[in-house]
């Protein structure tokens, strides 16, 4: 569920932005208190997400809305389903139109891919993640929709998980002072946090197996031959990610290879909105 705080700091940023100091076409088109009906189309197949921030969005512009929602979040459409239904005042409705539907097409969009992904590989143990690779201020509403869509969020931000990247070992001098300066900071500042290390080749894997100290491995960018035998070398001992040029059409292969996780940032940075419509009832 996404911050309640957040979302509505965001939806009165993206009014501002929107309608600024008026929507002059619908100000001089219609009157203001007269109330009309409009719902929510959607016109091609997928799984929809946002339905519950278009809520605050309608109740954000015209507080005497009423929402009908017919299908819920993470629920499959096809073309010609309804989502919900809404009565509010015509202008109001007029103005969260665009805002409802960015948010929307964009959620589901994420939500689809997410699911296409997860689906492919039902039958193993390994579990989807998103990454950081996302719209900037969007981070919440787009992990959400990961997270409708079937996918596991990874972490939010660079505060609730230390991962040390290829720039950081090579900043650091080296995985083992990389590792060791992260223990330590850790310690000093009481902060517990999980600890993963990415991993470029067989030769970094071996430095990080005999310094241990942290919670998961990110074999990054390796081919298939190559992630099995690091699996098999790990051999339990630490938690897997695959991650890198990760598609739909191998993820499965990287998943019979017995990891626990693969991020896949195209969740999130390469996708397609899906399309919805938001059509006025008379």
């Given amino acids: 569920m996404i911050n ?13 932005e929107d309608v600024g100091s008026g929507d002059y076409t619908s100000l001089a088109c219609i009157p203001e208190n007269v109330r009309g009906d409009a719902f929510l189309l959607v016109k091609e197949p997928g799984i929809l997400a946002g339905v519950e921030v278009a809520e605050r969005v ?16 993470g629920e499959t459409v096809n073309s010609g389903d309804i989502a919900f239904y ?11 139109e ?19 992904y997860t689906e492919a590989i039902k039958n193993y143990k390994a579990k989807v993640l998103d990454t950081r690779k996302t719209t900037p201020c969007l981070r919440l509403i787009e992990k959400e929709a990961v997270r409708i869509g079937g996918g596991v969020n990874h972490r939010i931000g660079l505060y ?47 430095q990080v197996l005999i310094f241990g100290g942290i919670n998961r491995i990110m074999l990054d960018n390796f081919t298939i031959e190559d992630t099995i035998k690091a699996v098999s070398m790990i051999s339990g001992k630490y938690e897997t990610e695959s991650s890198g040029g990760i598609t739909l059409s191998n993820i499965r292969d990287y998943a019979a290879c017995n990891v626990d996780y693969i991020s896949v940032g195209a969740l999130t940075h390469n996708i397609k909105s899906l399309d919805l419509s938001l059509k006025a009832s008379e």
């Fill in 58 to 73: 309608l109740l954000f512009y015209d507080d005497t809305a009423k929402i009908n929602i017919t299908i819920k979040d």
């Fill in 4 to 16: 309640q705080d957040y979302l509505k700091d965001l939806i009165a940023k993206a009014y501002y």
């Fill in 160 to 206: 609730d998980m230390i991962m040390i990247k290829d720039n950081h070992i090579d900043f650091a001098g080296g995985i083992e002072n990389a590792i060791k300066k992260v223990i330590d900071y850790n310690k000093q500042h009481n902060l517990n946090l999980r600890i993963e290390i990415e991993v470029r080749d067989m030769d970094e894997l071996e």
């Fill in 86 to 96: 809404v009565n509010a005042k015509k202008q109001k409705l007029l103005q969260a």
């Fill in 98 to 116: 665009r805002t409802l539907l960015n948010f929307m097409q964009r959620m589901s969009g994420i939500a689809t891919v997410t699911k296409q």
